[in-house]
């Protein structure tokens, strides 16, 4: 046979006998094993988590798509700002907010940090919005109930009395002068606690540091509020889907779909408090009668402005079942789902476009 | 320069000239390459519909109870021990030193996504299952 004849086959068929078909053949079976594994790497790639405890609660980075960066690095840098955070604005001790609120008890005025005093304008602000339903300036009335120390010991109400001179006293941010990062009040009975935004500024701070880190999808979760950043399966893909649960539960009563760049917050009357001869005592204070806010179980916000939706779901929860409705609107907040004692529920349009509600509510209404 | 001289000791006759034992090698070797690979990257996260409770530990995962099994399990959290039992499917916090006691409060929890706080003790007990309908939880 010449040297460069090709055997026949049983077919008569020259082609499959080629060394060209042979060395096709060669490739697939190295390439089709290739893809595969190639394919399955990628499916693999889990959410990557991160925990820490700051500003009182644990705190929770879930990146689902790191992009190029390793989000160790920024989740480091975020843990430690918070913690700056915490210690700058606690109630008690030497921070920054401590020792400005011992100021102006004496009637006397003092430098803040740049940062601290965008913070109070932002409150004089939200304070106008919500026609004084979110007042940060109650510090007093939060520490006559004891919600400002982490104490361990039962605890009983305050004296009526009390609470009624310290509600009469009406601090307010309004009463705050501020000039420049030089701040002021006209009323000693001011004091400012920021545990009314503290978590909705956390948030957005660390948002902004996960976006120049370059993180793709991720959400960033403070002890139950959280904001979202890009999209779970790529910008493209689908919605994140947020399970909105009651802690006295544990059961997810609704399920909201919100975008990247999302802020979900939820204030509620199970969140801090104390039980006393029968009764829970929360620490969502009305600030117009001094005494916990009753009148509904929970509100969610769902807004890009992480400072609004903590802020309007303070002040909604206030608002109550009556006021709810307009306070949102003028507020600018669309999102908002409201859970009533009945296990009822209140929804705007917009929010009932995003959200699946469970078994567990009895009845809802779309307004 | 035709190849391929090394015959194929399985197949026959003319299939022999078109796959050498090279070919073979090639062949069982990817064959075996991705079998060996569906167990590590396909076979996804807890195996088939078993719940488990994940028990987090100031912020690190400490434990994952399955819930199949019953189990008792003691953790130091930052005030002192919480006690977390699983039995008949369902996962509850029996003690804690919390000073409001809402993870002991919220009883038994089976569903993913169901969670006991236990904040001031730094303790976390939640439920993970296969595809959880949740990316996250507001509370």
């Known amino acids: 046979m010449p040297l460069n004849a090709v055997p026949l086959n049983r077919f008569h068929n020259r082609a499959l006998a080629a060394p060209r078909v042979r060395g096709l053949l060669r490739l697939l079976a190295i390439g089709i094993p290739a893809v595969i594994l190639a394919v399955g790497c990628a499916q693999e790639r889990a959410p990557e988590h991160y925990r820490f405890f700051a500003l009182g609660t644990e705190i929770e980075l879930t990146v689902v798509e790191r992009g190029r960066n390793d989000p160790g690095y920024v989740a480091d840098y975020i843990h430690r700002r918070l913690q700056v955070m915490e210690e700058a604005w606690h109630p008690d001790g030497n921070g920054e907010l401590a020792r400005l609120n011992r100021r102006l008890a004496a009637g006397e005025s003092m430098e803040v940090s740049p940062e601290l005093a965008s913070l109070l304008e932002r409150g004089q602000s939200l304070e106008t919005a919500s026609e004084g339903l979110f007042n940060p300036a109650i510090g007093g009335l939060v520490r006559l109930w004891g919600f400002v120390t982490d104490t361990t010991r039962p605890r009983s109400p305050p004296d009526e009395e009390a609470v009624r001179a310290k509600t009469a006293s009406s601090p307010r941010m309004a009463d705050l002068v501020i000039d420049g990062t030089r701040i002021g009040a006209a009323n000693p009975a001011v004091e400012i606690n920021l545990g009314g935004y503290a978590k909705g500024y956390a948030a957005a701070h660390a948002l902004d540091q996960l976006r120049e880190a370059g993180i793709e999808a991720a959400v960033f979760n403070l002890g139950g509020d959280l904001v979202t950043l890009g999209r779970p399966d790529g910008p493209r893909g689908r919605l994140w889907r947020i399970g909105v649960r009651d802690p006295r539960s544990g059961e997810v009563v609704a399920s909201i779909q919100v975008d990247g760049g999302s802020a979900v917050f939820t204030s509620g009357d199970y969140e801090r408090g104390f039980e006393h001869d029968g009764e829970f005592y929360h620490h969502i204070l009305d600030p117009r009668t001094g005494f916990p806010a009753g009148s509904v179980r929970s509100v969610t916000v769902v807004h890009d402005d992480p400072v609004l939706a903590d802020a309007a779901a303070t002040a909604l929860f206030v608002a109550g079942e009556e006021g709810w409705e307009g306070l949102a609107r003028r507020l600018g907040v669309e999102d908002v789902l409201i859970i009533g004692h009945r296990g009822n529920a209140w929804m705007t349009a917009s929010m009932a476009d995003r959200t699946m509600l469970e078994e567990s509510i009895t009845e809802a209404v779309i307004r | ?139």
């Open chain 2, 1 to 139: 320069m035709t190849e391929g001289r090394a015959e194929s000791p399985v197949l026959s006759g003319a299939a022999r000239t078109l796959v050498s034992r090279t070919d073979w090698v090639v062949i069982v070797a990817a064959a075996a390459a991705v079998t060996l690979s569906y167990p590590l990257l396909w076979s996804g996260s807890e195996g088939s519909g078993d719940a488990t409770a994940a028990v987090i530990v100031n912020g690190e995962e400490h434990t994952r109870l399955p819930l199949r099994e019953a189990a008792e399990l003691t953790v130091e959290g930052a005030l002192g021990p919480t006690v977390i039992r699983v039995e008949e499917g369902a996962a509850r916090v029996v003690e804690d030193p919390g000073p409001q006691q809402l993870c002991v409060r919220v009883g038994e929890i089976r569903r993913p996504g169901q969670a006991a706080v236990c904040l001031p003790n730094r303790v976390v007990v939640e439920i993970r299952g296969d595809q959880s309908a949740y990316d996250a939880f507001n509370y």
